[in-house]
């Protein structure tokens, strides 16, 4: 690693990053998604979910790239337009969004849980896959759907749930 040196100081210059455009949905973007397949999936602040499938891999070995044209997700309405993050899971596509849980498998949405809540982040430990949203903490399964975890903030009261990430040992929960 790299010592970046005392906060508030600039790091050392590495090597430039290039940035090259891939696709393009026209809205504000709020999530995104790599499948182990090569499809992109981009969730938007009010335009709803789009997906690129993969293109062809490249001879060299390199990443296989999106298509231009993403196409928009069909079926999405109202407070699902809202996406705040998406998850791999289960062999399945998950998005959170405003107006619930949504899974696909492709094109097609395969599951709806937690209908007409705001789910704001998503998270994968210890092979399942967790939900946040205002109401507390969810563990999703395809089988088993959405079950509510025991997690309470100082006074008792429901966590309500702004962020998730996850480490090999440990789900770390961010609220507001």
Not at 15 to 38: I, K, N, Q, S, Y
């Amino acid at each position: 690693g790299t010592d970046a040196g005392p906060a508030g100081t600039a790091g050392p210059d590495g090597p430039p990053c290039p940035a090259e455009e891939v696709v393009r949905v026209g809205a504000r973007v709020t999530a995104l998604l790599e499948t182990g397949d090569g499809e992109l999936w981009i969730g938007t602040f009010d335009r709803g979910l789009h997906r690129a499938a993969a293109g062809p891999r490249p001879r060299d070995g390199a990443e296989a790239r999106p298509e231009a044209e993403p196409a928009p997700v069909a079926g999405l309405s109202g407070r699902q337009l809202f996406v705040n993050a998406l998850a791999e899971h289960d062999g399945l596509v998950w998005a959170a969004t405003q107006g619930g849980l949504l899974a696909f498998d492709g094109e097609r949405r395969a599951l709806s849980m937690l209908d007409g809540e705001g789910v704001t982040a998503l998270a994968a430990a210890r092979g399942g896959l967790y939900a946040g949203t205002a109401r507390g903490l969810y563990r999703i399964s395809a089988g088993h759907g959405a079950e509510p975890l025991e997690a309470a903030g100082p006074a008792g009261e429901p966590l309500r749930v702004t962020a998730l990430a996850a480490t090999a040992a440990r789900l770390w929960i961010g609220t507001a």
